[in-house]
């Protein structure tokens, strides 16, 4: 390998009369600064402490008069912020107290009754997050937790429809789980009177718990399994069909304009478990949609028989 060859005359009347930096020189030469160094060493040439030339009234000024802080002359005079502080030092300039006191009561309100995060406090107080941090630390104020500081912050669509997506089929932590009997959390529990009251009103009632639980007497074993056989023993809510065989219990009995002493058997149709449940929302819109698959059948049946 070829050594760069630079004589020492060259270097010491560019460093010593020319009062060019190292670095300065490595780039006239072409040649890392490495080499420049290895260069000093070789021909002894004694180097000049490199040193940061900040006149004493300037800096007075722009610290005491200007109030600007040591980060910030320091990125003036190109150099460090601890540099900056060593001159303070030197020039016996007396340095400005960092703390900045924040009362309790201040921090307090801002972060738990107006419910302000720390980055938002950091950037009202002009001060670092850290610094924030340290003075919750400080005056023992509780940090929330994840969940308090989400309280009343709703999930954007697109989180809502992953979630929903996750928690479908074997996702769901109910996915296979049965709570029968004494598994059951409600079981031996009863609902209080007032919801009793909130289920009547919700249900159609007048809000007297029971008062249309009573079924008139010709609403029978048989007058069911008539109906049943009439609309070929399967569920009639649209796009369901469940068969009654394929029931857990027997496919029940619907009526269609939700009062249990009409039993009349134009007034009747099987519906499976899910979606008699369901058909108690939304009563007149489901009365009205039944009573027109009642005629349409009724009518199909009368054209068969002829
Ligand atoms: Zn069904």
Redesign the pocket.
């Known amino acids: 390998m070829s050594e760069i060859f630079i004589s020492k005359r060259e270097l010491e009347t560019l460093y010593l009369k020319g009062k060019t930096s190292k670095a300065q020189i490595s780039k006239i030469l072409k040649c890392s600064i490495c080499t420049v160094y290895n260069k000093f060493k070789k021909y002894r040439i004694r180097t000049i402490k490199e040193k940061f030339i900040i006149p004493e009234i300037k800096l007075k000024e722009l610290y005491c008069n200007k109030k600007l802080s040591a980060t910030k002359i320091g990125k003036i005079f190109k150099c460090g912020r601890s540099t900056i502080e060593s001159r303070l030092r030197k020039y016996k300039i007396k340095m400005r107290d960092k703390r900045v006191f924040v009362p309790r009561n201040k921090l307090y309100k801002l972060y738990w009754i107006k419910k302000i995060s720390i980055d938002e406090i950091a950037k009202i107080l002009k001060m670092p997050r850290s610094t924030i941090y340290c003075k919750f630390k400080q005056y023992k104020i509780k940090i929330r937790s994840v969940s308090e500081a989400r309280m009343g912050i709703k999930a954007s669509y697109e989180t809502r429809k992953l979630f929903s997506k996750l928690h479908k089929g074997k996702g769901n932590p109910m996915y296979g789980v049965h709570r029968f009997g004494k598994k059951n959390p409600f079981y031996g529990k009863c609902h209080s009177k007032k919801t009793k009251k909130q289920f009547s009103i919700s249900h159609g009632g007048t809000g007297i718990p029971g008062e249309l639980s009573e079924y008139g007497p010709e609403f029978n074993k048989q007058l069911k399994e008539k109906v049943r056989d009439f609309w070929n023993r399967k569920?009639m809510?649209p796009e369901?069909?469940?068969p009654g065989a394929e029931c857990l219990t027997k496919i029940p009995v619907h009526h269609i304009d939700y009062d249990k002493m009409n039993n009349c058997e134009v007034n009747l149709i099987p519906?499976?478990r899910?979606?008699n449940a369901m058909v108690n929302k939304n009563r007149k819109f489901w009365e009205e949609y039944f009573t027109k698959l009642m005629i349409s059948r009724i009518s199909i049946k009368k054209i068969q028989e002829i």
């Open positions: 569920c809510f369901c069909g469940i519906l499976c899910k979606h």
